[in-house]
């Protein structure tokens, strides 16, 4: 009895998650005649249904048979899109893909694993929504903004992973790995807090990158914000706002790591915590409500962001 509860749980689940994603793809295609878009919101729920129907099969019988069921799914969707991509010559392959996922997150459900499944949800319902925004920023990028990107990738994802993680030295300091780990930390601060800039504004922007990033490392965001201010010079007071936050937030952060460890501190470091965490956001307050539009001066401006012109992205290596 209580087997079967919980079987009626994931498949429910499971049409839940499907229909979510239909949804969304019902409401981006709501201008289409009915009939003429290739998935809806109950194609979605039943293709989920589908892929825990076909997982509880293959658990009782053979688990080959999930994996014949989800080629033979794909074959037909892959055929549908084809015929689909043909009559109107319009050629993509997102909702064919996003019902694939909606027949894996039905099957991974009916595994037990509902927690991933609805987190996988959430990550395709975002992407999939966020179509015009993605595009629009894809189109916005300038060729040093991809170079930056890929410099990025290279000094983290390359480089980074194939550096000795051990000291050479009789003083145990120079660590090749934990040194270009903080020149990789310190480059992605820099590249976080530029858009930021240039999405949020230099107010919004650098707050943001002061507080996020300051979780990590205050050191790293106050090298990034300091070497940033060589290329905006006209927003020093943004800047060392930055600076501050970063630095205030390492407070509240101690506090919750000695409460962790030994909670019996909490009630000593209360107080004076958050006496100085107040005491910085007072003058972070203070600078952000003193700061002025300038007066760019610089020769190298390529943005205008919140009627304010920004020059380039400055080289993170």
Request: net charge positive.
């Amino acid at each position: 009895m209580h087997q079967n509860l919980v079987e009626f749980q994931h498949l429910a689940i499971a049409l839940a998650l499907g229909l979510l994603i239909g949804l969304e793809r019902g409401w981006q295609e709501r201008q289409a005649k009915e009939g003429s878009r290739l998935a809806g919101i109950r194609t979605f729920g039943l293709v989920s249904l589908l892929g825990a129907l076909w997982q509880l099969l293959s658990f009782q019988e053979n688990p080959f048979i999930l994996g014949i069921s989800f080629l033979s799914f794909t074959i037909l969707v892959i055929s549908i899109s084809f015929i689909e991509a043909k009559h109107k010559q319009v050629y993509g392959i997102t909702t064919s893909v996003a019902l694939m996922i909606a027949f894996a997150l039905g099957a991974l459900t009916m595994q037990g694993h509902t927690a991933l499944a609805t987190a996988a949800t959430a990550v395709t319902v975002i992407l999939l929504g966020l179509k015009p925004a993605l595009h629009h920023w894809v189109r916005s990028l300038e060729p040093h903004e991809m170079t930056a990107v890929f410099k990025l990738i290279l000094i983290s994802a390359v480089m980074l992973p194939i550096l000795p993680n051990q000291t050479f030295d009789p003083w145990q300091a120079f660590n090749p790995y934990q040194i270009w780990w903080m020149v990789v930390l310190i480059c992605g601060v820099s590249f976080i807090g530029y858009f930021a800039i240039k999405i949020a504004g230099a107010k919004r922007g650098i707050f943001l990158t002061g507080l996020l990033a300051g979780l990590a490392s205050s050191t790293a965001v106050t090298l990034s914000l300091s070497r940033l201010g060589k290329q905006y010079q006209h927003i020093p007071r943004e800047l060392a706002a930055g600076v501050i936050v970063a630095s205030v937030t390492m407070f509240p952060r101690i506090l919750i790591i000695a409460g962790l460890i030994r909670k019996e501190l909490m009630p000593l470091l209360l107080w004076p915590i958050g006496l100085m965490t107040l005491a910085g956001y007072l003058i972070v307050w203070w600078l952000i409500s003193h700061c002025e539009t300038p007066e760019t001066t610089s020769t190298n401006k390529i943005y205008t962001i919140h009627d304010q012109e920004y020059p380039a992205l400055p080289s993170i290596i």
